[in-house]
């Protein structure tokens, strides 16, 4: 089943918290990048600045994806100012519009 774990920053400890648990971030998404079918921070208008997080999730229930996001470093560490989780349903599908960077070209 697909769920989509949509993350808010909290602006005032957001820069704070990615800097300090960064790399452990990023070895918590390593260790469960089976469960992830598409993930990235969300960035405000100017292409820089991190306003969140979304991750679409391929797991078996809800249950999961709570888990995993109650585990991932950031939000137990206070970076997200809302965290919502969503069942999805895949209806369109086209890897082949993706683009080429992780900033979007």
Do not use: K
Not at 15 to 42: F, K, N, P
Not at 59 to 71: I, K, L, Q, W
Not at 72 to 101: C, D, H, K
């Amino acid at each position: 089943m697909l769920y989509i774990v949509y993350c808010e920053d909290d602006m005032r400890v957001s820069e704070e918290i990615r800097a300090r648990l960064r790399e452990d971030h990023l070895a918590y998404i390593a260790r469960h990048e089976h469960l992830i079918l598409l993930g990235g921070a969300m960035l405000d208008d100017d292409g820089e600045t991190r306003i969140g997080s979304s991750l679409i999730l391929n797991v078996p229930d809800r249950a999961t994806a709570e888990d995993f996001s109650a585990g991932e470093p950031f939000r137990r560490a206070g970076l997200y100012s809302r965290v919502a989780i969503s069942r999805m349903r895949r209806a369109q599908w086209n890897p082949a519009i993706a683009p080429s960077t992780q900033d979007g070209h």
